[in-house]
């Protein structure tokens, strides 16, 4: 019987971002993504309870991630992942993250509370 973080349900290669914003020239705001490491993780939605009450809270959670030990997990900003579609062109979702929690206290695996803020249709 396989566990819910399993290592083998870390399927998805996704990227690990942290955000600077600084100020440009006019009025608006230069994001730069630092940071960016590839790993293996599990993405899942969250439960209908986690995200009704997120959105009676005005803090939205709608997927839990799931990857290996991190040691820099609360300064992860946002996770992409990239999914190739039947007809080839490839999909980029854009995780926010909310909060990172340790998994069963023992710095295996650490599970990341995202919110998804954007994905790009070619």
Same mark, same amino acid.
């Given at each position: 019987?396989?566990?819910? $973080? $399993?290592?083998?349900?870390?399927?998805?290669?996704?990227?690990?971002?942290?955000?600077?914003?600084?100020?440009?020239?006019?009025?608006?705001?230069?994001?730069? =993504? &630092?940071? *960016?490491?590839?790993?293996?993780?599990?993405?899942?939605?969250?439960?209908?309870?986690?995200? =009704?009450?997120?959105?009676?809270?005005?803090? &939205?959670?709608?997927?839990?991630?799931?990857?290996?030990?991190?040691?820099?997990?609360?300064?992860?900003?946002?996770?992409?992942?990239?999914? *190739?579609?039947?007809?080839?062109?490839?999909?980029?979702?854009?995780?926010?993250?909310?909060?990172?929690?340790?998994?069963?206290?023992?710095?295996?695996?650490?599970?990341?509370?995202?919110?998804?803020?954007?994905? $790009?249709?070619?």
């Amino acid at each position: 019987m396989a566990r819910e $973080d $399993d290592i083998g349900s870390m399927r998805w290669p996704v990227r690990l971002r942290i955000n600077q914003q600084t100020p440009n020239m006019t009025t608006g705001i230069t994001e730069i =993504y &630092e940071g *960016t490491r590839t790993v293996y993780a599990d993405v899942r939605p969250v439960g209908a309870i986690t995200l =009704y009450l997120g959105q009676q809270l005005g803090n &939205e959670l709608t997927h839990r991630i799931a990857v290996r030990w991190i040691d820099y997990a609360n300064m992860v900003d946002y996770v992409f992942r990239d999914t *190739t579609l039947q007809d080839g062109t490839v999909r980029t979702e854009r995780f926010r993250v909310r909060r990172a929690e340790e998994i069963e206290g023992r710095k295996r695996f650490v599970a990341l509370f995202c919110e998804l803020e954007r994905f $790009d249709n070619p």
